[in-house]
């Protein structure tokens, strides 16, 4: 999608989604907006001028004619205290398909364009309202699927990458000065700029890099869920288990050992977090080519798991598949709830027995079969996953989506050279600034400063119309 188009265009989309809704908004921003709205609109009471930022009551009339379409509210709101910075107007109608599509196409009419996605938010973006990892903080709002998602898009909306951001530019300038007065006006050997400084200034520059790269990863679960593994040997009850925890059957269960192959991801909201569940094969040494597959598939979910929720058959002894498993399990380091299922039946598997093996403090004694136990357990994972995040790092989360993150790599890999090669020879002082100058370049890509329109387009083009 391309959004190479006249910001001083006038434009009017349908806000409100599509589909039947107590009221339904158009929105208009440009210079014609409040003409192209006195024109349609008929108060039920004073004067047809229209005042900034007040609501008025009345009616939208086709002009040609003087057919009444709708009662509406109509709210102007004049340049610049408004989101695009433009004159803004937006009519609530009611809500709908027909209303909404005969006041656009007569918005049209009077000589607003229709507008592209994402195109309201582009010009705040071009009118310096809000900088990029605003603007994205809005679709991230707009699609947020967990309490915690949310938030952290709210975080990035009032700006606090931005202001990491900010930061670190500064300190990279305030390298910059001694090394380009150094180049412009010395070339005497005392004016040098103090090489200790200017390393130590880099490493911390990389260190704050580094540090806004692993919030990345940090968040990911909150922005796209938490992916929890859950796994165990064959037969131990992990598909019982997600349909238990889903409340409905979505994976075949038999008796058979080895009865799931694929992988099965599913999604469920516990307390406001977004956890995606899988179930899949049993970890065991695989009896044909189709287990085969379905256990390596299974490895690899649970190297990408943030959680482990570890299943074990508490009506059988342990043997050595379950030893395998808590070795596989225990080499990924990461927060595990343990499960002991099959309560309903007679016991074989010590718990003491269990936790001198393992070192796991407190597994949950659960039946899938009944669903004696899941509502403990279910603490348990939201407990496990808030403890997993306290550990990783204190303080708050800073926003970083993937594109930052990429932007980051390469601002790391620049001041990265520059250390290096100043360390194996003598860099010399102006390619030294050359370096850092494009360092800051690419860190202006993340606000939006210096950002390819490729870009832009393609961030944009993923919001919807009339946002
Ligand atoms: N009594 C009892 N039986 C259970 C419980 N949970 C599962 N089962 C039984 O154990 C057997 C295996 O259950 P599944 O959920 O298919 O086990 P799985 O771990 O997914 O097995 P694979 O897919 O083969 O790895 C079935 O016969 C279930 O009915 C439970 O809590 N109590
Ligand atoms: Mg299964």
Redesign the pocket.
């Known amino acids: 999608m391309v959004l190479r188009v006249d910001p001083q265009d006038t434009i009017a989309a349908i806000a409100t989604p599509y589909g039947e809704s107590g009221i339904g908004i158009v929105r208009i921003s440009g210079p014609e907006a409040a003409p192209i709205a006195e024109n349609i609109f008929r108060p039920r009471r004073g004067a047809p001028q229209l005042c900034s930022h007040q609501i008025r009551y009345g009616e939208v009339i086709d002009p040609k004619g003087g057919e009444t379409i709708d009662e509406v509210l109509l709210t102007f709101m004049a340049a610049p205290r408004t989101y695009t910075r433009q004159d803004i107007v937006e009519i609530s109608c009611h809500g709908g398909f027909w209303p909404l599509k005969r006041i656009l196409e007569l918005v049209l009419r009077q000589g607003a364009r229709e507008a592209l996605p994402g195109e309201f938010t582009k010009r705040a973006f071009l009118s310096g309202r809000i900088d990029l990892t605003q603007a994205e903080a809005v679709l991230d709002i707009i699609q947020a699927r967990t309490d915690e998602g949310l938030r952290l898009a709210e975080e990035q909306l009032r700006g606090g990458l931005t202001k990491e951001i900010a930061g670190l530019r500064e300190r990279l300038v305030g390298l910059l000065v001694p090394i380009e007065a150094f180049i412009d006006f010395s070339e005497e050997e005392e004016d040098k700029p103090p090489l200790g400084a200017v390393t130590a200034g880099l490493r911390g520059a990389l260190a704050t890099i580094e540090r806004l790269i692993a919030a990345h990863e940090e968040g990911e679960p909150y922005r796209d869920g938490v992916r929890a593994a859950i796994v165990?040997?064959?037969?131990?009850?992990?598909?019982?288990?997600?349909?238990r925890l889903l409340e409905r059957e979505r994976?075949?269960?038999?008796?058979?050992?080895?009865?799931?192959t694929d992988v099965i991801e599913e999604a469920l909201n516990l307390s406001g977090v977004l956890i995606r569940l899988m179930?899949m094969?049993?970890l065991r040494e695989p009896r044909n080519e189709v287990e085969q597959e379905g256990v390596r598939l299974a490895r690899e979910r649970l190297a990408e798991s943030h959680l482990i929720i570890l299943?074990m058959?508490r009506?059988r002894p342990l043997d050595e598949e379950d030893r395998a498993i808590f070795r596989a399990v225990a080499a990924r380091g990461k927060p595990v709830v343990p499960v002991l299922?099959?309560?309903?039946?007679p016991p074989y598997l010590a718990e003491t027995a269990l936790i001198r093996e393992t070192g796991w403090s407190h597994p949950y004694p659960?039946?899938?079969?009944?669903g004696e136990g899941i509502e403990e357990m279910k603490r348990g994972m939201v407990q496990a996953i808030i403890a997993g995040r306290l550990k990783q790092g204190e303080g708050e989360l800073i926003p970083v989506n993937l594109r930052h993150k990429l932007v980051l790599e390469r601002a790391r890999d620049v001041l990265d050279k520059i250390l290096v090669n100043r360390q194996q020879e003598e860099l010399p002082w102006d390619l030294t600034a050359i370096e850092i100058r494009r360092a800051l370049a690419i860190l202006g890509e993340i606000v939006g400063e210096t950002t390819p329109e490729e870009v832009l387009d393609t961030i944009f083009s993923q919001f919807c119309i009339g946002k």
Request: proline share 3%.
């Open positions: 165990g040997k064959a037969n131990a009850g992990k598909s019982s288990l997600l349909n994976a075949i269960v038999t008796a058979i050992p080895g009865t799931t179930d094969a049993g299943v058959d009506s299922n099959k309560v309903d039946i659960i039946s899938a079969l009944t």
